[in-house]
Nanobody, 122 residues
Framework: VQLVESGGGSVQAGTSLTLSCTAL????????MAWFRQAPGKEREGVAR????????YYADSVKGRFTISQDNAKNMVYLRMNSLKLDDTAMYYC?????????????????WGQGTQVTVS
């Protein structure tokens, strides 16, 4: 399984950005997709998770109401729509996937990771 993120960039606070994650390879059974982020000097943290079967979603408190995770199963893609971006949203954003995810905010729950896409808010 290979995950490829795209869509990062440098934006102004208050604006929006959409990240994309393309899943390649044997993704059958990878029922959970998530976005994590890591800011300089900080630990990687869960941002949002989607269950690909039902579309059920979870969000970190810091992004609730501003970010939306969505999927296109036909294209094997997951998106992260980020509105009202803040300076604190500056980070490297990673896509992750796993078959069995209980505590969605824990990195160890996920089996495959992308290389990340940088988001800088100024």
């Amino acid at each position: 399984v290979q995950l490829v993120e795209s869509g990062g960039g440098s934006v102004q606070a208050g604006t929006s950005l959409t990240l994309s994650c393309t899943a390649l390879g044997r993704i059958s059974g990878m029922a959970f997709m998530a976005w994590f982020r890591q800011a300089p000097g900080k630990e990687r943290e869960g941002v949002a998770r989607i269950y690909t079967g039902s579309g059920n979603t979870y969000y970190a408190d810091s992004v609730k109401g501003r970010f939306t995770i969505s999927q296109d199963n036909a294209k094997n893609m997951v998106y992260l729509r980020m509105n009202s971006l803040k300076l604190d949203d500056t980070a490297m954003y990673y896509c992750a996937t796993g078959r069995f995810v209980r505590s969605w905010w824990r990195m160890i729950e996920y089996e495959f990771w992308g290389q990340g896409t940088q988001v800088t808010v100024s």
